[in-house]
């Protein structure tokens, strides 16, 4: 149990275009959703916290404009990249929580690259 | 800047060893988990502590919480080849933020 799908896991896109990428919670419901990216041999940097219902909270210097968060049910959350440039290439990767504070389940990642 | 300091970055070692990596943080947090990633793929949670002074193990995996629960650790012992990955501390305090990281090479 406690399964997060991510979709999908690897995109190629034309710099200008946008791409969403999916975040599931397949047996439970997650009124908060967690998205990060990590760069090449780095850890992963917490892009925004979504919330189902309201508002995306978004971490300093991230472009709530750009990177566009839907949290419309309590098992979907999507990230839109818009406008996406090849600085943007990155692995995404979406968590959320079954268990409260006890930790987190993690998507299986999406490798964006931008051409 | 990570507001979860982890240390060594780097770790090579020969099979049989132990190792210790730190995860080191002013803030005080909830709970604090260790995942362990592999290439291309998302982070598994391998423990969470939650009492400060908290020790728990998994077979050979060793984990601390410190008193204060600002700070952990994780202790391998006789690491093999098949632990070889990327392990993370992560601070829970109502969002979750991640150390840098510790690249774990074991060598047979």
């Known amino acids: 149990g406690a399964v997060v799908s991510q979709h999908p896991s690897r995109v190629i896109c034309k710099s200008g275009t946008s791409v969403k990428i999916e975040c599931r919670s397949l047996?439970?419901?997650?009124?908060?959703m967690f998205w990060y990216r990590q760069f090449p041999k780095q850890s992963l940097m917490l892009m925004a916290t979504?919330?189902?219902?309201?508002?995306?909270?978004?971490e300093q210097g991230v472009e709530k404009d750009k990177f566009l968060i839907n949290h419309a049910s309590l098992t979907l959350s999507t990230l839109t990249v818009t406008s996406a440039h090849p600085e943007d290439s990155s692995f995404y990767i979406c968590?959320?929580?079954?268990?409260?504070?006890?930790?987190?389940?993690f998507g299986s990642g999406t490798r964006l690259t931008v051409v | 800047t990570q507001l979860l300091e982890q240390s060594p970055q780097f770790l090579s070692i020969q099979e049989g060893e132990n190792l210790t990596v730190y995860c080191n943080s002013s803030?005080?947090?909830?709970?604090l988990q260790w995942y362990r990633q592999e290439p291309g793929e998302g982070p598994v949670l391998l423990v969470t502590?939650?009492?400060?002074?908290e020790v728990k193990k998994l077979k050979r995996l060793t984990f601390q919480f410190g008193d204060a629960r600002k700070d952990s650790s994780l202790h391998i012992t006789a690491a093999q080849p098949g632990d070889t990955g990327l392990y993370l501390c992560?601070?829970?305090?109502?969002?979750?933020?991640f150390g840098a990281g510790t690249r774990l090479t074991v060598k047979p």
């Open positions: 968590s959320a929580s079954p268990w409260g504070v006890y930790g987190y389940t």
């Open positions: 047996d439970f419901q997650a009124t908060t």
């Open positions: 979504s919330n189902e219902g309201s508002k995306a909270t978004y």
């Open positions: 803030s005080v947090f909830s709970s």
């Open positions: 502590v939650v009492t400060g002074g």
């Open positions: 992560a601070g829970d305090n109502n969002d979750m933020r």
